[in-house]
């Protein structure tokens, strides 16, 4: 059973950075694609990054461009244990939400999905809050 656990989340003030992290456990398989995204409430849940399995191919929410950075640590010696990364800068009160971190398999090192409902495992979020 495929998990995904994340963690970095808290409260900052305007300007700071976190960085959050998501730990997968019970793949088989190193070709995931990951996305984070966040909710808040009220609110449709919106795609912030996402990373190709290979890690060479990325998206960003234009609302994130040049603050936030996705990455995924490729190196570790089991592969389908990957940690996948989401360093967030410049922190602004309108980025406060739950975050949430997606895998889904894929054939292809280059596909980046940005649709949620391409997401086949989903983390249980963690709380990023931004006070002014």
């Known amino acids: 059973q495929v998990q995904l656990v994340e963690s970095g989340g808290g409260l900052v003030q305007a300007g700071d950075s976190l960085r959050l992290s998501c730990a997968a456990s019970?793949?088989?398989?190193?070709?995931?694609?990951e996305g984070w995204f966040r909710q808040t409430p009220g609110k449709e849940r919106e795609i912030v990054a996402a990373i190709s399995w290979s890690g060479t191919k990325f998206y960003y929410a234009d609302f994130v461009k040049g603050r936030f950075t996705i990455s995924r640590d490729n190196a570790s010696t089991d592969n389908a244990k990957n940690t996948v990364y989401l360093q967030m800068n410049s922190l602004k009160p309108e980025d406060t939400a739950v975050y949430f971190c997606?895998?889904?398999?894929?054939?292809?090192?280059?596909?980046?999905?940005?649709?949620?409902?391409?997401?086949?495992?989903w983390g249980q979020g963690t709380q990023v809050t931004v006070s002014s």
């Open positions: 997606a895998g889904t398999f894929s054939r292809y090192p280059w596909a980046v999905p940005v649709d949620g409902e391409k997401y086949d495992y």
């Open positions: 019970g793949r088989t398989d190193s070709r995931y694609a």
